[in-house]
């Protein structure tokens, strides 16, 4: 049995090899394909129990490894050469980079040892808050190399949501950058983070690359130069041994109490299943290059820029900038500057740059692209058809992957030019992943042609194994909805040949432009206004958006509603923006004087759902709501408001 598979006999061989026996499935991979320091003990070690007190997945435990030594050591000899990373720039007239694997190694053991010489030691949580450079993947792999673990907080985020993670986390160290370059701004990333260490009382440390050139005020004592201290430090930095279980990163996704959830995952399990689903999903050849768009930010970024690619030996490129700058060509300038083999995006992306001039991408020669991918909500089908014959010139199989910041890797997926892809359909498990659905009653639905809530039912190495702090949390929220499996959140359909189709949240979570965003975490910020009494935020489709977010709101006192809306609108526009960041913002506000609320007070967002999304008549039944005759009011409001 192969596990790197290659035609569609091959994969069901390796999915029916890892439904009869898991553990010889992940122990053979993970014996052949990795260097360790020592062997594991355990495979596997795992009880998937709603209760908190016996939830806990390990695996491959006892065994050491240091998780830099796959991605950069072990390549030296045959491919030290090789180009390990292209950068390229937010402007397109800065030269790109071609970063070697050996001056990788290099680069990141300077990384290593500056931090360890401004305190840095292993299990010390580091926040990186920085632009999409080189010095971020450094810093990235750095802090692996050393043991200590990284957070990794998206650029685009505010003061508050970075002050938040750095406090949750603790960080002793924040690793920033004088500004970013984003198309034709500068985010001002040292002031952001100036503005947030000032409800911070864990930093010692912070760490400042010169980016852009901003003037900016440095705190004496705390702040210091990445350049000064990197050109201080040695190319040479042992890996710190770790243990398999051992933490690697936090990275935090949203939650449906408000409160941003820490996703804690560990070294080796999601070493192997990175590198795995990687050279399985993108079918990468030996001189490929590889093109992921996302922003290290995110899990992507972390799990199919840095440490899939990179444990595969191949050449991933970085993008500093956005889609639309200096034109919305730039994807298609950049893949054939690079001559990109393998390209993934996102629905939104595809989107937004398929309603442009098509000169734009047409006088761009894109005959390199031999695959294509995308990942981070449904894409619907007009996308899909837009991609597969302009960008791929119905040539490329594409990759339509499902998965999440709390799977590490990709779960379902088509393998690339290997198994059929199927327009909207992510379609297939990957070996290794048993997806099953679920009735509301919780009960699994028989094989074959189903609708209903999706869950994992095994465990796979890369699952989060906790939310950091809060072992309660993830046991409630993953764990305890469909007692003894992995609940996804998400709903999906399958046909009768296995194929999944996902459907969307079916929670409290909405989905704008790729991002993952906490409708509660956004409801708590309308409801700091002075006029707010309540509110509820849903999401509503959005032609390039895919989702865009609503909100509802009641003042605390009825006559201002007229008076003072408009006002009170914009305030709470700029409110959210400022508090959580521009994407959090809501695009539609309306007034009501009461939200549709549950017996038990809960409010009713199904309805509210509808309203928003202007589905007007089939509301369900109403009957057993608190409130019923609200439900009129907050239609003929969402009717006037056009
Ligand atoms: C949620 C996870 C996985 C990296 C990016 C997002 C949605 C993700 C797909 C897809 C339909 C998708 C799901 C999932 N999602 N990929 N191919 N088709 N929906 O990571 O921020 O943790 O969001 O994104 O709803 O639960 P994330």
Redesign the pocket.
């Known amino acids: 049995m192969k596990h790197i598979v290659n035609t569609q006999a091959e994969y069901n061989a390796a999915y029916q090899a890892s439904l009869d026996d898991p553990e010889k499935f992940w122990r053979d991979f993970a014996e052949k394909e990795f260097t360790w320091h020592k062997k594991w003990d355990n495979v596997l070690n795992y009880t998937m129990s709603p209760e908190a007190g016996k939830l806990g997945v390990k695996w491959f435990e006892g065994a050491k490894l240091n998780i830099t030594e796959n991605c950069i050591d072990r390549h030296l000899e045959k491919r030290g050469e090789q180009t390990a990373i292209i950068f390229e720039a937010n402007n397109p007239n800065e030269k790109p980079l071609h970063i070697t694997y050996r001056e990788l190694a290099k680069n990141v053991n300077k990384t290593a040892n500056m931090l360890k010489a401004n305190g840095a030691k292993k299990g010390d949580r580091i926040c990186l808050y920085m632009p999409m450079t080189p010095e971020l993947a450094y810093a990235v792999l750095a802090c692996a190399r050393i043991g200590a673990v990284h957070s990794v907080v998206f650029a685009g985020f505010s003061a508050k949501s970075l002050s938040d993670r750095i406090m949750d986390a603790k960080c002793n160290i924040v690793i920033t950058a004088d500004g970013g370059y984003r198309g034709s701004k500068i985010t001002p990333l040292k002031d952001i983070t100036d503005e947030a260490l000032q409800s911070c009382d864990c930093v010692q440390k912070v760490i400042v690359l010169n980016r852009t050139n901003s003037k900016i005020p440095m705190v004496y004592g705390r702040d210091v130069w990445w350049q000064d201290e990197f050109a201080k430090a040695s190319d040479v930095c042992p890996a710190e041994v770790m243990d398999a279980e051992d933490m690697l990163f936090i990275l935090y ?2 939650g449906s109490t408000g409160k941003p959830k820490g ?1 804690v995952h560990t070294c080796g399990g999601y070493m192997v299943y990175a590198n795995y689903s990687f050279r399985n999903v993108f079918q990468y050849q030996e001189g490929d290059i590889y093109w992921c768009t ?1 922003d290290i930010g ?3 970024g972390h ?1 199919y820029i840095v440490y899939g690619p990179l444990s595969a030996g191949a050449t991933t490129v970085m993008f500093e900038g956005v889609p639309s700058y200096p034109d919305m060509g730039r994807f298609w300038e950049v893949v054939q500057k690079h001559k990109v083999n393998i390209f993934y995006t ?2 939104t992306a595809i989107r937004s740059l398929a309603t442009c001039d098509m000169s734009l991408v047409t006088k761009h020669d894109l005959s390199s692209l031999k695959t294509l991918g ?6 619907n089908l007009e996308a899909w058809e837009w991609y597969d014959e302009h960008i791929g010139k119905k040539n490329c199989p594409i990759v ?8 590490g890797g ?1 779960m ?2 088509s393998l690339a030019g290997v198994t059929k892809d199927i327009p909207t359909y ?1 379609t297939l498990p990957l070996p290794g992943i048993q997806p099953c659905l679920m009735d509301e009653n919780g009960v699994e639905l028989p094989d074959g042609a189903q609708e209903g809530r999706l869950c994992i039912k095994h465990p796979w190495p890369s699952m989060a194994r906790t939310i950091y702090g809060d072992h309660q949390r993830y046991a409630d929220t993953y764990f305890s909805t469909f007692s003894g499996k992995y609940f ?3 709903g999906a359909k399958r046909d009768a040949e296995g194929n999944y189709r ?4 079916v929670d409290d ?1 909405v ?1 704008v432009s ?3 965003l906490g409708t509660a975490e956004i409801e708590n910020v309308i409801n700091e206004h002075p006029n707010v009494a309540e509110s509820a935020v849903v999401g509503y489709p959005h032609d390039v958006k895919g989702n865009s977010i609503y909100a509802y709101v009641t003042m605390k006192t009825q006559d201002g509603l007229t008076q003072d809306s408009e006002q009170v609108e914009k305030e709470i526009k700029n409110l959210v923006a400022k508090t959580l960041g521009p994407i959090c913002k809501p695009e539609k506000i309306q007034f009501t004087s009461e939200l549709p609320k549950t017996r038990s007070g809960k409010i009713m967002r199904r309805i509210l759902r509808k309203v928003a999304a202007d589905e007007f008549e089939n509301l369900g039944d109403i009957s057993t709501l608190l409130n019923p005759e609200c439900v009129e009011e907050v239609v003929r409001g969402a009717c006037s408001r056009g």
């Not at 339509?400 to 799977?407: G, I, L, V, Y």
């Not at 996902?502 to 949240?505: L, N």
């Open positions: 996704t949203s996703m996302a995110w899990i992507t799990s996102a629905p995308t990942v981070g909500e449904p894409i339509d992957t499902w998965w999440q910041t709390e799977t990709i379902i997926s992510a996804t959140g998400d996902i459907t969307g949240r979570i989905i790729g991002h993952n």
